[in-house]
């Protein structure tokens, strides 16, 4: 028993659950912004230290929910943003407010859907039942398809639209899938709630029916690849993070997209412990590739600030699954490592480009200019979360795109060949407009915006730290997770 | 299993593919309507079977709920909608009714290859459920690729998911079926909810979804 465990009923796992959940009710009838932002970032910070508990002493797993050593991962990862998003939002929320943007009848809306959403992503990534797993990403799925249209606006609605028919397309693909994983097991582990239970689907993986899985493989894929963004499957993503609010934007780039990846992750697993199944690597490694390069490409294209960072995150994702898919403990310790530092740096570019949309009013990067002369914090910190993202020396995902590229080459050296056209080509376009945006004459409002500053330099000093130095622990605990990942 | 009770169980099935096969060629709103709401009652009549078959008495309420809110909610909810903006006339098709057609039987070959192919093993009325159901969710996207206008994606996508809802109670003893068939009724009610909530007419002035591409922050 754990510190919070000894003086609350419930165990840590649940804790991660309920307090969102809890916060979530309260929110939906708490009126005022002052109190419910506060309670927002008060919920947020509770449910972290409930999943930072669990790295001290994890309970015994459930029928329906269970940690292990790559779920934690995740949650650790999901609460720390969720909390950091939290501190913007409430920022950024109050000056929506200020300038009518966000009337007070969606706050309380909005508030409650935030809590909603933290708790279908942890709901989502410690569920012990593929079923439970599969609700919990259909209902992340509707909240965050609420957020995006909250705007109201042509181009929001339209954008909600479309992420709705996408994703339920891409989450009901994934629950036939699902079925088919069931139908796979039932023969080995009799009828009923014992053939979702993924400990015990994980156990005796390898008496399953092969053909099968492979085509519930095929499935789930496309189904949960569609959430992950990768191409072709990806055509919501950029609306989607373009029109919502932009702590959405960070909130999807950075942690909704990895769960996705997440409930893949465990599938590839369960095929892995299957001796006679299909490699579900080359699968994933294609769609990866394919994502990398046609997002670089897409990057050049954009004209919106917010839209140009959500192609660069179906590019990130496209590399991480591609890291995921090559296999091995070197590459998967690099794909772990990316889409951590990932959801930190790109949560980290959306806090300072919400800022620097509010401060300029637009969101087009043509008028957008010179922002290191006209708001210089702002400015130096958009700078450094591009160097980052890009994949710059010393930053930390110079290190995790350097061990994904030099892993590949020892094994696929024409595939290496692609991987680093792709990232170059993303490269280039990312460095053009950055320097558009950040130096030259200043355009539009050179008035000082209040802003919060303390999440996004938390995270971009916590991704040049990895880039210097990982503590020995971290670096064993990834290790045996990517052991785990075969 | 006697072999009558195996047999109803397929003509259900089967059934819904023909009528998935049948909603791609309406061309009127009210039609389309009509034939997805008798999509709905043969899929409860489906799963109601299935229940009586596998002795599992909770697949009645499953195929309760799917009466009541396919079969008559959703559909009037829908009916409702057309009259209000005025759009019972036609249906644009992307493509024409013939090529349609044709994809739409590609793609029931296509599933009943694959999944007799990948169910070897399992029990005969499972692997057969499966791959009409299969069959009746890939016509499902099929109509949501071959519309333009928002009503009938909706309907499409709702076939879709009577698809997963006839997969789901094939798979004999399959756990939370209930539980997805209230989520799945959950997300059609969002949907219809957001038909009525976003106004598309009034935002839009038109439900044709490739006028909504026009307002695209690419080419602001």
Redesign the interface.
Known sequence: MTFIGLQLPFDATSAVLIVPAGAAALLALLPGYWLSARLNVLASLATLLAALSLLIERPAPSAYLFVDDLNIVFVVLATFVGFTTSVFSASYIGHELEIGKLTPRYLRFYHAMYQTLMFAMNLALVAN?I??M??AI?IAT?TT?LMV?IYRT??A??A??KY??LG??GI??A??GT??V??AA??VLG???D??VWTALIARAGGF?P??L??AFVFLMLGYGTKVGLAPLHAWLP?AH??GPTPISAVLSGLLLNVALYALLRFKMLLAANPAAIAPGPLMVTMGLLSLIFAGFMLY????IK?MFAYSSIEHMGLITFAFGMGGPLANFAGLLHMSLHSLTKSAIFFAVGHIAQAKGT??ISEIRGLTESHPVLGWGLVLGVVAIAGLPPLGLFMSEFLIVSSTFVRAPLLAILLVLGLLIAFGALMLRMSEVAFGAPTGSTAPVKASYVPLFAHLALVAGAGVYLPGPLVAWFQSVARLLG | MSSHLFDIAHMLAGGLVLLSLALLYQDRMFGLLNVFALHAVVLSASVAWQGHIQGAPHLYITALIALLLKAVIIPLALRRIVVRLGIHRTIETVVGIGPTMLAGMALVALSMVVMLKATATADPLAREDLAFALSVVLLGLLMMVSRRNAVSQVVGFMSLENGMILAATGAKGMPLVVEISVAFSVLVAFIVIGVFLFRIRERFDTVDVAALDAFRGERR
């Open positions: 039942n079923g439970l599969w609700v259909e509707l398809v249209g042509h181009e609605l339209e909600a639209w709705f028919i339920s397309v009901a693909l629950l036939f079925i088919l069931y139908m039932r023969p009828e009923g709630q053939a979702m029916a053909e099968l492979n085509v609306d373009a029109e294209r954009r004209r919106d839209r969101q087009r």
